[in-house]
C-alpha cells in the first residue's frame, strides 16, 4: 500500500483512537503488548546470562610448582591428548567466531611432546601431502590406541570455519601425521571436543545449534539449550544426550562406564552413563563458578582436570592490558555425593591467558589456552 509523500496519517489515528477502537487499532495495540512482552523476555534472559557468566570474576594466584611457557608455542595451545607412553599432542592455531587469535592467517598445527624426557620440547608433526594443510583449523583433539598398538589422532577441524572430524595416522619415527579420512555428516555441525571409542567411533559435542554467527551469538545469549552430544560410527549417528547451554569437553571416565561433558556457558560438568546403545543417562551435574572448556581424567587417579575461564567478558572483549586469567580445577571423587573441587592453578592473564585444558602424565602438567601459549609444570 502507498501513501503519497508527506500525507499526515498519524493525527488522523490518534483521534480515531479518543474516540472508538477500530478492529485495526486493537491489533496494533496486541502487536505492541507482544512485542512488549517479547522484549521483557528477552532482558530477562540477558539478565541471567550476564549474571549466569559473571563477567567479573578475578582470581588469587595458585601456582602448583616450577611452570615454565613451553618455547615455540605462542598462539594457542586449546586441546591436550597424552597417551599412556608419555607423548603429548597438542592442537594450536585455533580460529574460533567471537576469540581472539594472534596468528589469524597462519594454519594451525599440532605439537607433539615426550613428556618422559627430562627438560620437553615442543615440535610441529608434519602433516602428509594430500591434506588441505592451508585451511587445517584444529580445536578438539583425540587419541586412539589400534590394536596393532598404533596410534590415529582425531581432530575436530574447521576448515573455512566448516565442522568436519580428521583421522591421522601417527608415524612416530617420522613425526608425521599420515591423513587417512575426513569425516562429515549432517550432524556433526558446529563440533566442539571428541573422544574416540573405537575404530571410527566416537562421541563429540556440538557447542551451537546455529551454524550463522549471530543467530549462534543469540542462542547463547537467550540460552536456547539446543546443544548436544552426538554419537558417530559407520553405521549409526545419533544425538545421545541433549538440553546444553553449550557442550564443550568430552572425555571419559577411566573404566569407560562415564561420560563428562562440560557445559561452558553453564558452568557445570555433566557425569552420565554410558548406555550398550551408547544413549547417555545424566547421573549428576557438577556446578562450578567458572567457565569449564576442555577436560580430562588423570590417569592416576580418575580425577577431572578441567581448562577453566574466570573472566569470560575479558575473553569476548579481549584487551591485552587487562586480558583474561586462567584456572584449572581439579574434580576428586567425582561419582561420590559430595565430589572435592580444589583449585590445581590460577593466574590473571599476566603469565597465562584463557586456559582451556589441562592434563597430567605422572608429575607434570600441561595447561593449554585457546590463542594463547603452553604452560608446563613440574608437580
Ligand atoms: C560474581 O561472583 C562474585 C564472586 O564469586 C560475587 O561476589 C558477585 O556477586 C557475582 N556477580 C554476579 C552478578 O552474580
Ligand atoms: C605466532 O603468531 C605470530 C603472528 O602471526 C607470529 O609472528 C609468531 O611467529 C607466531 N609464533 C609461533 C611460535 O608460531
Ligand atoms: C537411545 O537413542 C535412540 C535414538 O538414537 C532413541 O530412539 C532411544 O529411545 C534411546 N534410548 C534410551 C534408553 O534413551
Ligand atoms: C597479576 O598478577 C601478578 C602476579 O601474579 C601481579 O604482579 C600483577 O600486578 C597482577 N595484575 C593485576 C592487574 O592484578
Known amino acids: 500500500m502507498g501513501r503519497a509523500p508527506g500525507s499526515r496519517a498519524f493525527p488522523e489515528r490518534t483521534e480515531r483512537l479518543s474516540t472508538s477502537w477500530s478492529p485495526e487499532t486493537m491489533g496494533k495495540l496486541l502487536a505492541l503488548t507482544l512485542l512488549g512482552i517479547g522484549l521483557a523476555l528477552v532482558g530477562e534472559r540477558l539478565l541471567a546470562f550476564s549474571k549466569r557468566s559473571n563477567m567479573s570474576r578475578e582470581v588469587k594466584p595458585v601456582v602448583p610448582g616450577n611452570c615454565y611457557h613451553v618455547e615455540g608455542v605462542e598462539n594457542g595451545s586449546e586441546d591436550i591428548d597424552i597417551l599412556p607412553s608419555g607423548l603429548a599432542f597438542i592442537s594450536s592455531g585455533l580460529k574460533y567466531p567471537g576469540m581472539p587469535s594472534f596468528a589469524p592467517d597462519e594454519p594451525g598445527k599440532i605439537f607433539l611432546m615426550d613428556l618422559k624426557e627430562q627438560s620437553p620440547r615442543a615440535q610441529a608433526l608434519k602433516i602428509s601431502d594430500g591434506f588441505d594443510k592451508a585451511s587445517f583449523n584444529p580445536h578438539g583433539i583425540s587419541t586412539f590406541i589400534n590394536e596393532d598398538h598404533t596410534v590415529d589422532l582425531y581432530v575436530v577441524n574447521h576448515p573455512h570455519m566448516d565442522s568436519t572430524v580428521e583421522i591421522f595416522k ?70 545421545v544426550a541433549q538440553g546444553f547451554s553449550s557442550a564443550n569437553g568430552i572425555t571419559t571416565s577411566l573404566d569407560n562406564k562415564y561420560v563428562y561433558v562440560a557445559d561452558v556457558t553453564a558452568k557445570n560438568i555433566h557425569v552420565m552413563k554410558r548406555s550398550d546403545n551408547w544413549n547417555l543417562t545424566q547421573q549428576k551435574v557438577i556446578q562450578l563458578d567458572t567457565l569449564v572448556d576442555n577436560l580430562a581424567v588423570d590417569p592416576a587417579t580418575g580425577d577431572i582436570l578441567a581448562g577453566c575461564h574466570p573472566n569470560g567478558k575479558k575473553l569476548l572483549i579481549y584487551d591485552p592490558k587487562d586480558p583474561p586469567g586462567s584456572e584449572v580445577l581439579r574434580i576428586q571423587n567425582v561419582l561420590s555425593k559430595k565430589p572435592k573441587i580444589s583449585t590445581v592453578y590460577a593466574d590473571n592473564g599476566s603469565t597465562l591467558q584463557g586456559s582451556s585444558v589441562a592434563s597430567v602424565y605422572h608429575r607434570k602438567l600441561l595447561i593449554g589456552t585457546i590463542f594463547h601459549k603452553l604452560l608446563y609444570c613440574e608437580l
Open 170 to 239: 601417527f608415524e612416530e619415527q617420522q613425526h608425521t601425521l599420515v591423513h587417512l579420512k575426513t569425516i562429515k555428516h549432517e550432524l556433526l555441525e558446529r563440533v566442539n571436543d571428541i573422544v574416540v571409542l573405537g575404530p571410527e567411533q566416537f562421541y563429540a559435542t556440538r557447542d551451537h545449534y546455529f551454524t550463522n554467527f549471530f543467530l549462534s551469538l543469540l542462542e547463547m545469549l537467550l540460552d536456547f539449550r539446543w546443544t548436544c552430544v552426538l554419537y558417530y560410527s559407520p553405521q549409526e549417528v545419533k544425538v
